[in-house]
């Protein structure tokens, strides 16, 4: 029994030390390397810091393993990552100073299954909380903030305004969750995630998600979602808006969603998205109007806040270190 005993706890420790039986994960960037960041610094009074959506898909690692993760320790690996924060600093950035981390977003492949969501989210998510946390500690020094993502970016802002501290949420000019859901039930348990009513309110939560017709829309993204504004017309009832002289934008009461007429082709993703989902369209086609809306946000906030910016920006600037206590 004794030789048994032993010759299992030989057969556990081999396969702890393998690795086999577990998933591979990539190597955890390091946020105090610069290289794990996408950044312009513009001396902008305010910051943009952005997630970005799913650029991975799974792959075969040197190790001959599949990884369901990016491999962001080594940003020459995320290609796909890097060109979309230059596209969103390029168009919506505006006079902000951008922030994007590479982070070990989980692949493409595994939302074909939300349990393996369920289970490989938490490396995504814990890199970018790590990456938010230090971009406060380290890089903001007082300044107030835009948070924003799409897609698997906008699954993780919600996530953090869930977990932000007053202190935190207090210099935050908006959160614009692109492209992903926010529920009634996160709603009424999270009191941080506060819908945005107008063009000019702070402190608040923008979300959308468009689509031909709402038997279109993707229950990954959309499903159950509570939280909707028209970003043409940045109203929340149903007027509709026209978009680049020739889309139609109305806000669908019942479905929160935005119902977008006057677009026929198909030269977008259907091979996960249904077609008439929109998806892939939430930046390129309102981005004009989101960096016009960030520009009127951020000046609202400082309007708001001028004695309190002008007071953080003094001590930040004569204190080495003051942004730590930023940390949450």
């Not at 390397?33 to 970005?52: K, N």
Request: hydrophobic share 40%.
């Amino acid at each position: 029994m004794r030789a048994l005993r032993l010759s299992v706890i030989g057969i556990a420790a081999l396969l702890a030390a393998c690795g086999c039986g577990r998933e591979a994960v990539p190597a955890a960037p390091d946020y105090g390397d610069p290289a794990a960041w996408y950044s312009v610094r513009r001396g902008g009074a305010a910051d943009l810091f952005y997630i970005s959506s799913t650029e991975t898909f799974d792959h075969t690692g040197p190790d001959g393993r599949t990884y369901h993760h990016a491999e962001a320790a080594d940003s020459s690996a995320c290609p796909g990552m890097r060109m979309e924060m230059e596209g969103v600093n390029d168009r919506f950035g505006g006079s902000l100073n951008f922030y994007s981390p590479y982070y070990r977003q989980i692949s493409m492949d595994t939302y074909l299954d939300m349990k393996l969501v369920k289970r490989r989210f938490p490396v995504a998510m814990g890199d970018a909380r790590k990456a938010f946390r230090y971009y406060l500690a380290n890089i903001n020094d007082g300044r107030p903030f835009v948070l924003a993502g799409f897609s698997q970016g906008g699954q993780i802002v919600v996530e953090l305004l869930k977990e932000m501290p007053d202190s935190i949420a207090e210099r935050m000019v908006a959160a614009y969750v692109l492209g992903w859901k926010i529920t009634k039930e996160e709603l009424a348990k999270y009191p941080s995630i506060k819908p945005a009513q107008r063009s000019d309110d702070i402190g608040v939560t923008i979300c959308y998600n468009s689509v031909r017709r709402p038997e279109d829309a993707s229950e990954l993204v959309s499903g159950g979602n509570a939280v909707a504004i028209n970003p043409v017309n940045w109203r929340t009832d149903s007027t509709p808006a026209i978009m680049h002289d020739t889309l139609t934008v109305m806000l669908d009461q019942p479905t929160k969603l935005l119902l977008v007429s006057g677009y026929d082709r198909v030269d977008y993703d259907t091979s996960f998205f249904n077609e008439g989902c929109y998806h892939t369209f939430e930046i390129r086609w309102y981005s004009d109007y989101l960096l016009r809306n960030i520009e009127e946000r951020t000046d609202a906030w400082l309007e708001a806040h001028e004695d309190y910016w002008l007071r953080n920006r003094i001590v930040a600037a004569a204190t080495p270190g003051m942004a730590a206590q930023y940390a949450f």
